[in-house]
C-alpha cells in the first residue's frame, strides 16, 4: 500500500501551490484522507482532512481561508493558496483505514494508518 505525494516547490510568499496524493488501492476511496506537516524539531501537525465521500472538510485554525483540500476517489489535494513563510515545511499525505468512517475523530485523521512519503513546501518571504 502506497501513498505517492507530489506538487511540493519553493515559492514566493502569496504564491499558490496545489499538492496532491494518490494511493495505490482503490479501497482508499472509503477512507478519510488529508495532510500533515512537519518542520525541524516540531512534531507533525494536522492541516486539512476530508471525509471518504467528499462531503465534509476539516481545518487547522492556521490554515482556515487559504487552503482547500479535496478529493477525487482515492487521490487527494490540497490547494494552497496566499502562502506565508510560517507554511514551509514537509507536507505528508495520511489516510485512515475504516471504510466510511463517519466519527469525527477518523474523519480528522486522529490516528492515520497510512502516510505518505512527503514533499517540501518552502516560502520565501
Known amino acids: 500500500v502506497q501513498l505517492q505525494a507530489s506538487g511540493g516547490g519553493l515559492v514566493q510568499a502569496g504564491d499558490s501551490l496545489n499538492l496532491s496524493c494518490s494511493a495505490s488501492e482503490r479501497t482508499f476511496s472509503t477512507y478519510a484522507m488529508g495532510w500533515f506537516r512537519q518542520t525541524p524539531g516540531k512534531a507533525r501537525e494536522f492541516v486539512a482532512s476530508?471525509?471518504?465521500?467528499?462531503?465534509r472538510t476539516f481545518y487547522a485554525d492556521s490554515v482556515k481561508g487559504r487552503f482547500t483540500v479535496s478529493r477525487d476517489k482515492g487521490t487527494v489535494y490540497l490547494q494552497m493558496d496566499n502562502l506565508k513563510p510560517e507554511d514551509t515545511a514537509i507536507y505528508y499525505c495520511?489516510?485512515?483505514?475504516?471504510?466510511?468512517?463517519?466519527?469525527?475523530?477518523?474523519?480528522?485523521?486522529?490516528?492515520?494508518?497510512?502516510w505518505g512519503q512527503g514533499t517540501q513546501v518552502t516560502v520565501s518571504s
Open positions: 495520511a489516510a485512515d483505514s475504516e471504510p466510511y468512517c463517519s466519527g469525527y475523530g477518523c474523519r480528522t485523521l486522529a490516528h492515520p494508518d497510512y
Open positions: 476530508i471525509d471518504w465521500s467528499g462531503g
